[in-house]
């Protein structure tokens, strides 16, 4: 395949990006572009959506994003349309950025990717190349994308037209900040395509940049990455539960083992959240399930995350239990809903599921995250601010380790409580120590039994 266009065009500056899906990883994918100096159409099938982005709004809480918005769109520099037509007529590389979520029964739900890759087929022509950069297996490059590709348009992989997946590795609220930092894994469809794909990746980020053979391996990178995560979360996880009840500390256990060369340390918690760690792994199963093959880690680990809110209930019951309550009636502050430290973000959040359990049970539950001050989230509502949220509480439970939460004045809370009973404290996190915290609390961690402090 001729790709002089491509070459000249990166010099030029005149070669046209399309970008499919402009949710948190497509928007800023479509600004590192105009960033460059690129012309960008954005295509995303959400029309209010794509009105907001014209007005320069965008819900993304991505610091820095903004700045980029207001510059491409006073430079010209991007349109944004739900004219798939236009846009691929008009581009000579297509990024898809798209949902690739899993489904309820867990399984990997590849409609929005098949949509825009028939739309491309449909009008696909000599020398462009389709970028994914979407969450896929390693098999959906090879069995779904390119065929549809080819029969759609009746040309030729390599000849005609290329493909390549750049899958994505940002941190979700930190994808600005460290896109000069990331590296970026690229695989193409052939050497050459792939090389031409890091060209057009180098002149838009300093990160390094990493060729690899395939765009399977490219997916199976990532995959692995997160897949590795998730299976280790997993292993501490399990472990929290059986220390917790053996009576040995899993924050000291973790302490010690990390002083070994090669031991890497990962915490345990109230589950695992998230766009990637509770999907990814999905993906690879499917793959699996294709060749006969049963990942049995792999699936138990999930299923071990995924147990990790039932359990932080059962926390929540033990502790409250041990001062002679239960749930049902009891005043508890929840805190956090995101699903990590310090983002807006609730994807597949461990903490929603641990505060819709608490609601379901009766609690009279009073929320603070100060991400989402005054929203409500699945019928979750979240207080005004912080000031009336631990008046008369019985039990406060931190479920997303936010910094707005690593100083509590358990003191002050004390010392305004007429109750006699002690305040319970549920640290799924375990981000306290009780020796440190006053006189007067329960306290109970994910592998961490019940102390009175
Ligand atoms: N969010 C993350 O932190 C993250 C990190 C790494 C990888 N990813 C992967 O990136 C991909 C995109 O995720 P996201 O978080 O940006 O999703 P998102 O939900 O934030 O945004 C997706 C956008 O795609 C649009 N869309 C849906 N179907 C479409 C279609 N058929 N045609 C055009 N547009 C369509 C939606 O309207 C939405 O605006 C997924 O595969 C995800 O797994 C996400």
């Known amino acids: 395949m001729d790709l002089s ?4 065009g990166i010099n030029s500056r005149e070669l046209i990006i399309s970008v499919f899906g402009l949710g948190r990883i497509g928007l800023p994918t479509a600004l590192m572009f105009t960033r460059a100096k ?3 159409i954005g295509v995303d099938i959400d029309e209010a959506l794509l009105i907001d982005l014209r007005n320069k709004n965008t819900f993304i809480d991505e610091p820095g994003l903004v700045d980029l918005l207001e510059d491409a769109i006073e430079n010209n520099l991007i349109e944004f349309t739900s004219d798939f037509s236009h846009a691929i007529t008009h581009s000579n590389i297509m990024i898809i950025c798209v949902p690739t ?5 867990k399984v990997p739900d590849y409609r929005a990717i098949k949509d825009v890759t028939q739309k491309i087929g449909n009008q696909l022509f000599q020398g462009q190349i389709v970028i994914c950069e979407s969450s896929i297996s390693p098999t959906t490059i090879r069995d779904l994308i390119i065929p549809i590709l080819e029969e759609n348009s009746r040309l030729q992989l390599n000849v005609n037209f290329g493909v390549c997946s750049c899958p994505e590795r940002a941190d979700p609220g930190k994808i600005i900040a460290n896109f000069d930092k990331v590296t970026r894994i690229v695989g193409g469809s052939s050497q050459e395509i792939g090389e031409a794909i890091v060209t057009l990746y180098k002149s838009i980020t300093n990160a390094d940049i990493i060729q690899l053979s ?3 391996t490219a997916n199976a990178v990532k995959l692995t990455e997160n897949i590795f995560r998730d299976v280790n ?4 996880n399990e472990l929290a539960v059986l220390y917790e009840k053996l009576g040995i500390d899993v924050k000291e256990v973790i302490r010690g083992a990390s002083t070994k060369y090669n031991f890497q340390p990962h915490y345990p918690g109230p589950g695992v959240g998230g766009p990637c760690l509770p999907a990814n792994p999905y993906y690879i199963i499917q793959d699996a399930d294709k060749m006969d093959y049963i990942p049995f880690l792999i699936r138990v680990a999930r299923e071990v995350n995924d147990r990790m809110p039932a359990y932080t209930l059962d926390l929540i019951t033990d502790a409250l239990n041990y001062v002679g309550k239960s749930i049902k009636d009891t005043k508890i502050t929840v805190l956090g809903l995101s699903y990590k ?13 641990v505060a819709k ?5 009766n609690a009279i539950i009073t929320i603070w995250d100060p991400y989402y001050m005054g929203e409500s989230l699945e019928e979750l509502q979240i207080a005004e601010t912080s000031q009336e949220v631990f008046k008369e509480t019985d039990c406060i439970v931190l479920l997303t380790d936010h910094k707005e939460f690593k100083d509590i004045h358990f003191e002050e809370i004390l010392n305004n409580r007429d109750n006699e009973n002690p305040l319970v404290f549920v640290d799924s996190r375990n981000v306290y120590d009780p020796e ?4 007067g609390i329960v306290y109970c961690g994910v592998g961490r039994k019940i102390k009175e402090t």
């Open 5 to 8: 266009t491509i070459y000249s």
């Open 38 to 40: 690129y012309h960008v």
């Open 101 to 105: 979520p899993v489904s309820e029964n």
């Open 214 to 216: 395939t765009p399977g």
């Open 233 to 236: 979360i997993a292993l501490i």
């Open 341 to 353: 430290a310090n983002v807006r973000d609730i994807q597949i959040s461990p903490s929603i599921k």
């Open 357 to 361: 359990m608490l609601k379901e049970k």
């Open 436 to 439: 440190n915290l006053p006189k």
